[in-house]
């Protein structure tokens, strides 16, 4: 069985209810599906910085509900370390400079070091990174 792997965006296209992200995403055993820590991070620093710029009692409140929303539901996924091999594997990666952002290239590493299918629409970026495969569960 392979391990699907679903990134920034694509985790937040299956939270908001995409209907391809969806349906793919029930098509696939519970734990054949996974993120990564760098998701995680990802998520959890945009809703920290929306914190941080709210004004007002109802924008703040909202903010701290969709925070609260997004850690529930990234509570519910199996998540996928930043191990020292893959900070090893991130190291090499980057030495080749490929033109990719290094949380792109951290995903990637996990990605690599798991053996694991890379679900984003983020393919411009991801396809110079040599091994790595790639799936866009929101296009068609």
């Known amino acids: 069985m392979s ?3 679903l990134d920034t965006d694509m985790l937040t296209l299956y939270e ?13 055993a519970p734990q054949d599906l996974a993120t990564t820590v760098i998701t995680v991070e990802e998520q959890l620093t945009g809703w920290f910085t929306l914190l941080r710029r ?3 009692p109802e924008t703040t409140a ?6 609260v929303q997004t850690v529930g539901f ?6 996928l370390e930043f191990t020292e091999a893959a900070i090893g594997r991130f190291e ?3 030495a080749l400079k490929l033109n990719v952002g290094g949380m792109d290239l951290r995903i990637a590493a996990i990605i ?6 890379l679900v984003t629409r983020n393919a411009r970026d991801f396809r110079r990174i040599p091994g790595i495969v790639i799936e866009d569960w929101a296009s068609g």
């Open 3 to 5: 391990r699907y792997v």
């Open 16 to 28: 908001e209810g995409h209907p391809g992200v969806v349906g793919r995403v029930a098509s696939h």
């Open 54 to 56: 709210a004004k007002g």
């Open 62 to 67: 909202r903010a701290y509900r969709r925070l």
């Open 74 to 79: 990234l509570g519910r996924m199996t998540v």
């Open 92 to 94: 090499e990666l980057r």
């Open 112 to 117: 690599l070091e798991n053996r694991a299918i």
